[in-house]
């Protein structure tokens, strides 16, 4: 579940987007934008997202158009109280193709080694591809610092580092970052903050059984 000193853990998936072609794929939303390129004289289909919400306030967002299947969201945290122990790449793919299956979607398949794009153009059309393809994965892993004093201290000592060159974004305190989301992102940040973040709006035993994981997190001084 966490790390420490003599017990390592492999990283969790915290967001993946991923996406494959199904030809003959009926659309999953309504709404669509029609693109025209001058150049080659060509129009190109984009669907417009489509948003689910799950029983915990969780929300994925699912498009089907041209063929393609998309989905996006953290497959740790949809259908689950907490994302605390966060899925493997196979459990969170599990999750995802479930999902697709309520809404009568096809399923990403994982290829062959062999079977890579060979092109790719602006408009997402792929030559010759078996497969699914992750755009964004989001990998994390907890560590257990022991208390929440050296939570706290394992925080400011993280926001006085650099990481490639780049300078650290303090956050309150209770998290520092370094890079961005459209290429690379580093973060720490200190784990029961960040559950009762995600409960601010929920008045239910969610809310409580929330509130006494996020305390339990303080406690043992989680980060990830």
């Avoid at 969201?73 to 599990?94: I, T």
């Avoid at 193709?97 to 060979?118: G, K, M, W, Y």
């Avoid at 050296?150 to 305190?173: K, M």
Wanted: with cysteine; hydrophobic share 35%.
């Amino acid at each position: 579940m966490f790390v420490t000193r003599d017990k390592p853990m492999l990283y969790g998936v915290d967001w993946l987007t991923i996406k494959q072609l199904h030809p003959g794929v009926a659309h999953h939303v309504r709404e669509a934008r029609l693109h025209f390129v001058p150049e080659n004289g060509r129009t190109y289909e984009t669907a417009l997202s489509a948003q689910h919400t799950g029983s915990f306030d969780d929300t994925v967002t699912v498009r089907a158009w041209g063929g393609w299947v998309e989905w996006s969201g953290n497959p740790s945290r949809w259908g689950r109280r907490d994302n605390l122990v966060p899925l493997s790449m196979a459990e969170a793919l599990g999750v995802v193709n479930r999902h697709l299956q309520s809404l009568e979607l096809p399923p990403f398949t994982v290829a062959p080694a062999a079977d890579v794009p060979i092109h790719q153009d602006w408009s997402g059309e792929v030559d010759a591809l078996a497969g699914a393809i992750i755009t964004r994965v989001d990998l994390c892993r907890n560590f257990e610092t022991g208390s929440r004093q050296a939570q706290e201290a394992h925080i400011r000592a993280q926001a006085c580092a650099t990481y490639q060159g780049r300078r650290p974004r303090d956050y309150g305190g209770t998290s520092v970052a370094w890079g961005s989301p459209r290429s690379l992102l580093l973060k720490w940040y200190a784990k029961g903050p960040e559950i009762r973040a995600h409960s601010k709006r929920r008045r239910d035993v969610v809310r409580q059984y929330r509130d006494m994981l996020a305390d339990w997190c303080d406690e043992r001084g989680v980060v990830r």
